[in-house]
T-cell receptor
């Protein structure tokens, strides 16, 4: 069993739709939960992070963590073509070592 | 945030040869990381490189296959040795951010082994 599971998609949505992404994990030591965005032929960049359980909102993006279920989500509201990218969940147990999901490729159609 | 460059951006290599990938950062950092990103698979940490000490390799990765140098606080190299087609992948370097969960990534080196 992989430490972090993420459906690779691909996911295709019309512009303006809500994009819902999620990951599950098995390591209960994880405390930091991140979402990285990776555009084609670029390196990943940190999009959002959440410490422990709870929700965090940043503009059109909302990250949710449910540690009891070992489940994290990212929602993108009013999606734009510029949101087309691969979204990687990542987790850390309070050190510099990050465990990544496989990434979900999202295409927002204009 | 740090700006990271990698060379080469891509290469096609013959099996049995070696390729050295360079990673340059625009500021001094203590920790640098090397990852492998294979199609449809998770970004996988190969090793952590601290300046002035031996790199720390993750399970499944060995120094003979992936030797790493870290001569100063802004530069590192990863060599992929005795390559086989299974080594075809994107190799990324990253550096620590100000927070433990944050890393800044380079654009990656796309390697194809024939």
């Amino acid at each position: 069993q992989k430490e972090v599971e993420q459906d690779p998609g691909p996911l295709s949505v019309p512009e303006g739709a809500i994009v819902s992404l999620n990951c599950t994990y098995s390591n209960s030591a994880f405390q930091y939960f991140m979402w990285y965005r990776q555009y084609s032929r670029k390196g990943p960049e940190l999009l959002m992070y959440t410490y422990s359980s709870g929700n965090k909102e940043d503009g059109r993006f909302t990250a949710q963590v449910d540690k009891s279920s070992k489940y994290i989500s990212l929602f993108i509201r009013d999606s734009q073509p510029s949101d087309s990218a691969t979204y990687l969940c990542a987790m850390s147990a309070d050190d510099y070592k990050l465990s990544f999901g496989a990434g979900t490729t999202v295409t927002v159609r204009a | 945030s740090a700006v990271i460059s990698q060379k080469p951006s891509r290469d096609i290599c013959q099996r049995g040869t070696s390729l050295t990938i360079q990673c340059q950062v625009d500021s001094q950092v203590t920790m640098m990381f090397w990852y492998r990103q294979q199609p449809g698979q998770s970004l996988t940490l190969i090793a952590t490189a601290n300046q002035g000490s031996e790199a720390t390799y993750e399970s499944g990765f060995v120094i003979d296959k992936f030797p790493i140098s870290r001569p100063n606080l802004t530069f590192s190299t990863l060599t992929v040795s005795n390559m086989s087609p299974e080594d075809s992948s994107i190799y990324l370097c990253s550096v620590e951010g100000t927070r433990s969960y944050e890393q800044y990534f380079g654009p990656g080196t796309r390697l194809t082994v024939t």
